[in-house]
Antibody
């Protein structure tokens, strides 16, 4: 059974930092691109970042570029999101999500999501 | 960036009736080399993460009931629930994966009338 379990969220002051983790199991993590998607309270979904299966290729939304860093440890089956210079508008539930494999390729749509971890940026 | 616009924002449908949700992209998400539309649909129930329903605009994900169907091409897409069940009450999102950044529609809330 595929499981994605996020951790590391919490309350942080503006300008502060947090590191989110996502522990993956039930699939071959090292072959699968992964992503972070966030959802502000009562709002829609916003894609934040993605990383290729090796960790070499990374992608960011403009809203977080230069402040957030995505990475992965394939030996530990774990995805990370280092968040620096946090702003009030970064307040959201952060989900890690697995790219969907359609039988021939990994697609950047998401068949498994974690339950999310809440990040609150407030003084 | 490709902007995804959903309509309506919400709709109320009687049990057993059809629900139709629209999604429009600001540019085509049809890739001409493989003739595939890079469009997915998700269902999100309160307090839960999204669940993948449809990919390639019209391919149902494994385990998704056949009352859910996706259609459309290019810039205009539709998610149809042919006979609404109580468990279908949720917010539905479309997402394009044609280009980065990946973008989602604003969501459509489906309720029982």
């Amino acid at each position: 059974e595929v499981q994605l379990v996020e951790s590391g969220g919490g309350l942080v002051q503006p300008g502060g930092s947090l590191r989110l983790s996502c522990a993956a199991s039930g699939f071959t993590f090292s072959t699968c691109a992964m992503s972070w998607v966030r959802q502000a309270p009562g709002k829609g979904l916003e894609w934040v970042s993605a990383v290729g299966n090796s960790g070499r290729d990374t992608y960011y939304a403009d809203s977080v570029k230069g402040r957030f860093t995505i990475s992965r440890d394939n030996s530990e089956n774990t995805l990370y999101l280092q968040m620096n210079s946090l702003r009030a508008e970064d307040t959201a539930v952060y989900y890690c999500a697995k790219y969907y494999y359609d039988g021939s390729d990994y697609l950047p749509c998401f068949d498994y999501w974690g339950q999310g971890t809440l990040v609150t940026v407030s003084s | 960036d490709i902007v995804m616009t959903q309509s309506p924002d919400s709709l109320a449908v009687s049990l057993g009736e059809r629900a139709t949700i629209n999604c429009k992209s600001s540019q085509s998400v049809l890739y001409s080399s493989n003739n595939k539309n890079y469009l997915a649909w998700y269902q999100q129930k309160p307090g839960q993460p999204p669940k993948l329903l449809i990919y390639w605009a019209s391919t149902r994900h494994s385990g998704v009931p056949d009352r859910f169907s996706g259609s459309g091409s290019g810039t205009d897409f539709t998610l149809t629930i042919s006979s609404l069940q109580a468990e279908d009450v949720a917010v539905y999102f479309c997402q394009q994966y044609y280009s980065s950044p990946l973008t989602f529609g604003g969501g459509t809330k489906v309720e029982i009338k």
